[in-house]
């Protein structure tokens, strides 16, 4: 069953602004990760933040999590129309299965 | 490295016929591969998990003779549609975890997009 839910389900944006996307979870993990797909494309794995870890930062991307909600957000700074893509967030609990949030569809315009 | 690759990468067939796609680690030994299926603007749900040399793991919901997983070397796992239908028709894509320390990390497949007419 998928795990959560994340907002907003699309988002647009120019070119240069910041994105914010939001993930919530429902049971206790070891790691949340985030990817990224392009339309009809396989998934491309963006950063992953252990349970024990509040906030994650790979180049433009920052990753915060937050056990207690239950939440994670991904900020992408200085967005590029390359961004525009599907982007899931991921939990991991003790086994190997990854469980995907229900995505959020980011669009840069130029 | 850690390259993962499906084959073929669509393929269109009639109803009821049946269906094999493969996933393979092309430098990598998977102890461990994941099948998933994707509905169009849907999310990635696990469809089994696939253990080198045992049976598949199937989760809720999943027809297990439906769906016939086969991961007979460290490299390579298929997965076969028996008697595909229409509503078979969706994106599949496999991923692959390599040895127990890096667990954590899924190398996923390009995806197959399977068409059932």
């Known amino acids: 069953s998928q795990q959560g839910e994340e907002d907003p389900q699309a988002l647009s944006i120019q070119e240069g602004e910041n994105a914010t996307m939001n993930c919530s979870y429902k049971?206790?993990?070891?790691?949340l990760q985030w990817y990224r797909q392009n339309s009809g494309r396989g998934l491309v794995h963006l950063i992953l933040?252990?349970?024990?870890?509040r906030e994650k930062h790979s180049g433009r991307l920052r990753v915060t999590l937050d056990t207690s909600k239950k939440s994670s957000s991904l900020l992408i700074t200085a967005s590029r129309a390359a961004d525009t893509a599907s982007y899931f967030c991921?939990?991991?609990?003790?086994?190997?299965?990854?469980?995907f949030g229900s995505g959020t569809q980011l669009t840069v315009l130029p | 490295g850690a390259v993962v690759s499906q084959h073929p990468s669509w393929v269109i067939c009639k109803s009821g016929t049946s269906v094999k796609i493969e996933c393979r680690s092309l430098?990598?030994?998977?102890?461990?591969m994941f099948w998933y299926r994707q509905f169009p603007k849907q999310s990635l749900m696990l469809m089994a998990t696939?253990?080198?040399?045992?049976?598949?793991?199937?989760e809720q919901g999943v027809e297990k003779d439906k769906f016939l997983i086969n991961h007979a070397s460290l490299t390579l796992s298929t997965l076969t549609v028996t008697s595909a239908h229409p509503e078979d028709s969706s994106f599949y894509i496999c991923?692959?975890?390599?040895?127990?320390?890096?667990?954590?990390?899924?190398?996923f497949g390009p995806g197959t997009r399977l068409l059932v007419l």
């Open positions: 991923s692959a975890t390599r040895g127990q320390i890096t667990k954590e990390t899924q190398y």
């Open positions: 049971t206790s993990i070891n790691n």
């Open positions: 933040i252990r349970s024990n870890e």
């Open positions: 991921a939990t991991q609990g003790s086994a190997r299965q990854l469980t």
């Open positions: 430098d990598f030994q998977a102890t461990t």
């Open positions: 696939s253990n080198e040399g045992s049976k598949a793991t199937y």
